[in-house]
């Protein structure tokens, strides 16, 4: 199983990027996928995530500023950040389980950049 993230670039603040993380490797669907970030000298910490049946769930930090959705045909989840701050710079990690219980993939990281 493998992911791979893309989409991540240098912007400037209130402007907007898409992100794209494609699983490929696995003939199971997939129960969630959604997004981690990683700030330089923080945690990584938890963004937003898309479950079985279109259900999502963010961090109050990007909540009405970010929007996962996810394609099922194309193992594909999507993270559309609008109106994007300074305090949004980080890698950003993709991830996916396959059921509530299984282990979590992470993808390789894509590094966002916000100038002010």
């Known amino acids: 199983v493998q992911l791979q993230a893309f989409g991540g670039g240098l912007v400037q603040a209130g402007g907007s990027l898409r992100l794209s993380c494609v699983m490929s490797?696995?003939?199971?669907?997939?129960?969630?996928m959604g997004w981690y970030r990683q700030a330089p000298g923080n945690r990584r910490e938890w963004v937003a995530t898309?479950?079985?049946?279109?259900?999502?769930d963010y961090a109050d930090s990007v909540k009405g500023r970010f929007t996962i959705s996810r394609d099922n045909a194309k193992n594909t989840v999507y993270l559309q950040m609008n109106s994007l701050k300074p305090e949004d710079t980080a890698v950003y990690y993709c991830?996916?389980?396959?059921?509530?219980?299984?282990?979590?993939?992470w993808g390789q990281g894509t590094l966002v950049t916000v100038s002010s």
């Open positions: 991830f996916a389980k396959l059921s509530p219980a299984s282990l979590v993939w």
């Open positions: 898309t479950t079985t049946g279109d259900s999502t």
């Open positions: 490797g696995s003939g199971s669907s997939i129960y969630a």
